[in-house]
């Protein structure tokens, strides 16, 4: 196996006011690393959207970003409620979230659109009751 860099952050389940802290984080550290913007971008974004699902559904979670030579791979580990219906999860502008939290700007049902969208891989395993872990790719071009 590869040797690799790794990033990892705790998400705080429900405070919005921290939402998006890591991802903030992983964008410094991609510039440092020298990485080109395009790259730094997609991360980002695939990384907020991530973090914010979290928080906003599984009371936070686990996020570790590995930079490898030729790819950065993103992993967010839960132990929420799970996700009922992956596929319908995956619909734009499908989303589970509560009236409160869509009164704060989110929950517009892109989160997952988005990773997806963002990144050139991303599989999702998850076990109702148990939590979901998303395993996302971006490959150095």
């Given amino acids: 196996m590869s ?10 389940g429900e405070n919005f006011v921290s939402a998006g802290q ?19 971008r997609q991360v980002s974004i695939a990384m907020y959207e991530g ?16 930079v490898y030579e030729d790819r950065i791979v993103i992993i967010l580990a839960d132990t929420g409620p799970g996700i009922k219906d992956i596929e319908l999860a ?3 502008g499908y989303s589970t979230a509560t009236d409160n939290v869509r009164s704060l700007g989110f ?9 997806k969208r963002y990144t050139d891989e991303m599989t999702i395993e998850s076990e109702v009751g148990k939590g979901t872990t998303i395993t996302m790719c971006v490959y150095l071009k």
């Fill in 22 to 40: 890591a991802s903030v984080q992983v964008k410094k550290n991609l510039r440092e690393l020298g990485l080109p913007p395009e790259i730094i």
């Fill in 107 to 115: 929950g517009a049902g892109m989160g997952l659109p988005n990773m």
């Fill in 3 to 12: 040797e690799f860099l790794n990033f990892h952050f705790d998400v705080d």
């Fill in 51 to 66: 973090e914010i699902n979290m928080v906003i559904h599984a009371g936070g979670g686990v996020a570790d970003v590995n």
């Fill in 90 to 92: 995956m619909t734009e």
